[in-house]
């Protein structure tokens, strides 16, 4: 008898007390649901058998990346139903538990489990990450790096395109994303007030492209700054093409250990993700002293939707495993004002939330148009993350379950009450 799609969808619905609103494909060749829907493809007994161990988005993750879960269908409309039936329901172990008394719901899993077969449980695909404490020590915030961008830099130019960013863009009707990109670069350079012969830290300078800009386009000498090996040798080929060299040094360097400041501004674009909310008031103190009086840092961060019980707040298992080791996320508030408590004055907060989900789609974009590639280049696993955590990105800006903003601060002048910035500042719109 070929039932097993007819029976997983029967537990799933058990569980959550709610229609299922996608179909499911089983590996006996069963279909069950809603006809016109996307499908989840379930590929074999092993996907069951890692939701079985791992109930919740770990396991559906796990079976995603090694390949035992698939979508038919459209990728971001099955990620938007399934979506919207758990993490905007609010589901939690609670409520699993709560339909476990049921004795119909208890039968279903004893079948489920006999339906699994093996009961040991599968190994993690390769490519997870093992979970750890986030210490956000320089040692562990480097091997958090390496786990991310050296990914290789084939790769990232398939998925990011010429303009080697991996940043929210700023998008204007029927541009291209490469013009999204420059916009975005020649806004922080305004909101910066850069000028020839001023002095820019890039922190998390990834492949070169702010330094480059800043260096060309308005003449200032700038350090770059990155953790990782591979983008550094990356955008030091790439100053050494555009004949920057005189102008644009690229460092393997934590932030922390830059020594010679001051500087007249600082970037930081994507880069404090990475700190941790622990680290958070360390690195607003470190670019603080590292800018000299009436100097401006724009920091430009993705941010998260600020929760009653913030002592409640988890980083999302997938992400952490898959994709951005310790990396976590804060409200904006939090931000601003960690960033004041380092002694900063902040000017002007943007956000540009629906930017970042239209360049996470040109992303996507990208990767599929060339996946064989992407493949080769990387790994079968590693492109089923980047595809999965671009896409579910994308609705999540979407959606506003996160946004993000450019701060622009500044290190006062030692005028009392003074700010270095003009009457009408926002001369960059």
């Known amino acids: 008898m070929h039932d097993a799609a007819l029976r997983l969808k029967s537990l799933v619905e058990q569980l959550l007390g709610a229609p299922l609103p996608v179909r499911i494909r089983a590996w006996d060749g069963s279909v069950a649901g809603p006809p016109d829907a996307p499908a989840l493809v379930v590929r074999n007994r092993k996907a069951v058998r890692r939701l079985l161990w791992k109930p919740g988005e770990l396991g559906l993750a796990r079976a995603w990346v090694a390949g035992d879960l698939g979508v038919e269908g459209d990728l971001y409309t099955a990620l938007d139903l399934v979506s919207g039936l758990l993490w905007e329901r609010g589901e939690d172990a609670r409520g699993a ?25 599968p190994a993690p695909p390769r490519e997870e990450v093992r979970r750890r404490r986030h210490l956000h020590t320089k040692r562990s915030d480097k091997r958090a790096i390496s786990h991310h961008y050296d990914v290789g830099n084939d790769f990232y130019e398939i998925v990011l395109g010429p303009s080697m960013i991996y940043s929210c863009a700023y998008w204007d009707e029927g541009g291209t994303l490469e013009d999204a990109q420059r916009d975005k670069l020649e806004l922080i350079a305004a909101k910066l007030d850069l000028k020839p012969g001023q002095r820019l830290l890039d922190v998390g300078c990834g492949w070169g492209s702010m330094a480059i800009h800043a260096a060309r386009e308005h003449g200032a000498s700038v350090v770059g700054v990155t953790l990782s090996q591979e983008q550094a040798a990356y955008a030091r080929k790439r100053v050494a093409d555009e004949g920057l060299t005189d102008k644009v040094e690229i460092r393997v360097q934590d932030y922390r250990d830059v020594a010679d400041g001051p500087y007249d501004a600082i970037s930081s674009i994507g880069m404090a993700e990475h700190v941790g909310a622990e680290r958070y008031l360390e690195y607003a103190e470190v670019l603080y002293q590292l800018l000299k009086p009436g100097g401006r840092l724009l920091n430009h961060q993705i941010a998260r939707r600020p929760q009653r019980d913030e002592s409640t707040y988890s980083v999302d298992e997938f ?70 955590y671009m896409a579910a990105s994308a609705l999540a800006f979407e959606r506003n379950r996160i946004g993000v903003n450019q701060v622009l601060a500044v290190r006062t002048p030692e005028v009392p009450g003074g700010s270095g910035m003009p009457l009408r500042a926002r001369t960059w719109n």
């Not at 899993?109 to 449980?121: D, F, H, I, N, Q």
């Not at 960033?339 to 900063?344: P, Q, T, V």
């Open 97 to 121: 538990a709560e339909a476990l008394r049921d004795p119909e719901v208890r039968a279903a899993v004893r079948g489920l489990v006999k339906m699994a077969g093996s009961p040991l449980p």
């Open 319 to 388: 992400i952490d495993a898959y994709v951005f080791p310790d990396g976590e996320l804060a409200p904006i508030g939090t931000t601003v004002t960690q960033l004041e408590r380092a002694g900063f004055e902040v000017r002007d907060v943007e956000s540009i939330r629906e930017h970042y989900a239209l360049t996470l789609r040109r992303w996507v974009t990208n990767l599929e148009e060339q996946w064989a590639r992407a493949v080769k280049l990387s790994s079968p696993g590693r492109a089923r993350v980047w595809r999965l």
